[in-house]
């Protein structure tokens, strides 16, 4: 029988203990196994290959997102670099989204300089853009939406048959929404990468990755590729990350519900000059939103209208939201694009990219909602005091 995803989530591996019946399955911290006979390996001989606890986890992720496997890395970007190692050769085009994750960017730029392979970063959103790059015969297409940190949308269906009458792959990076807001391959891909930094884990106590894919030919192939250049997740890692994916229904919606709310706080602030959250309707992707995600998800931003002082004054009296980088956890973060996520663009690239020098993202966390939009309004009146 089939379950739902929330069901998926908590029981996926419990009660497997024979010893001693435990509920919650044990953790395997142990880097080797012993050969039952001379030539008689067991299932797992060296922990890199293969960890119980990671089975599990891997398990759990593949399920999540409707894969055939999973392969859990030690983080997002290992995951993405095992994606790029795995299916492009010196020569293959990637197709990038222009306003991808920075750590991804610096990855793509870096090694493609190096003649790993080529890459070519587009605005995915402008269909003339896509076909142009599309004629070029990418081997893979990477899809990341919505994006950080302007929470732009983009079609996943509509891309990735697109990419595939092309004759790419696709990958989505589905950090930012989690299996239970948005499920790529049911979308048309073939592989999904996750950060289970941020919303899977959800305690921002574990750096972590996963590539899932459709077909388990594939992910027998980046399970060896995982395992040649030891990029596997250690064991404590898969425990944690377990123990956290079992509350990824209830946080998301609470996350979510906090992040309606305070979106509705946030349109009547004089100080905020434009707020982005694709559950808006007048949001440029809101439309492609609703057809493709099951919720408008935890992350949004806002400009603030004012200088480099009223943003000091405003962040500094902002007791509930924590001024760090990161998302998805159950504790409210902020932070300034311009000194911190993007701080590495040069200036005028920001502006190209609509990251103006005030804007602000917030990932929304579990507290009460009431309390949270308290700290903002304290906040916006300290700030708009001089
Ligand atoms: C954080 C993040 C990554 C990188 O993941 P790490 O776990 O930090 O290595 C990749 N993509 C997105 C969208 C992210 O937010």
Known sequence: M????????????????????????????????????????R??????????????????????EGGAGAVMTSSGMSAIHLVCTVFLQPGDLLLAPHDCYGGSYR????????????????????EQALQAALAEKPKLVLIETPSNPLLRVVDIAAICQ?????????VVDNTFMSPALQQPLLLGADLVVHSCTKYLNGHSDVVAGTVISKDAETATELAWWANNIGVTGAAF??????????????????????????????QQQPLVKKLYYPGLPENQGHEIACRQQKGFGA???????GDEATLRRFLSNL???????????????????????????????????????????????????????????HAFQSAAKR
């Open 2 to 41: 089939t379950h739902k995803q929330a069901t998926i989530a908590v029981r996926s591996g419990l009660n497997n203990d024979e010893q001693f019946g435990c509920v919650v399955p044990p953790i395997t911290l142990s880097s080797t196994y012993n050969f039952t006979d001379f030539n008689q390996p």
């Open 43 to 64: 299932a797992h001989d060296y922990s890199r290959r293969g960890n119980p606890t990671r089975d599990m986890v891997q398990r759990a992720l593949a399920e999540l």
């Open 107 to 126: 990855l793509f730029d870096s090694l493609s300089k190096r003649g790993a392979y080529r890459v070519k970063f587009i605005d995915q959103g402008d």
């Open 162 to 170: 697109a990419a595939h009458q092309a004759g790419a792959l696709c």
């Open 237 to 266: 890692d898969s425990y944690l990350l377990l123990r956290g994916i079992r509350t990824l229904n209830p946080r998301i919606r609470q996350q979510q519900s906090n992040a309606e709310a305070i979106v509705a706080y946030l």
């Open 299 to 305: 992350m949004l931003s806002f400009e603030l209208d």
């Open 319 to 377: 007791d509930l939201f924590t001024l760090a980088e990161s998302l998805g956890g159950v504790e409210s973060l902020i932070s300034h694009a311009a000194t911190m996520t993007h701080a590495g663009m040069a200036a005028e690239a920001r502006a190209a990219a609509g990251i103006s020098e005030t804007l602000l993202r917030i990932s929304v966390g579990i507290e009460d909602s009431e309390d949270l939009i308290a700290s903002l309004e």
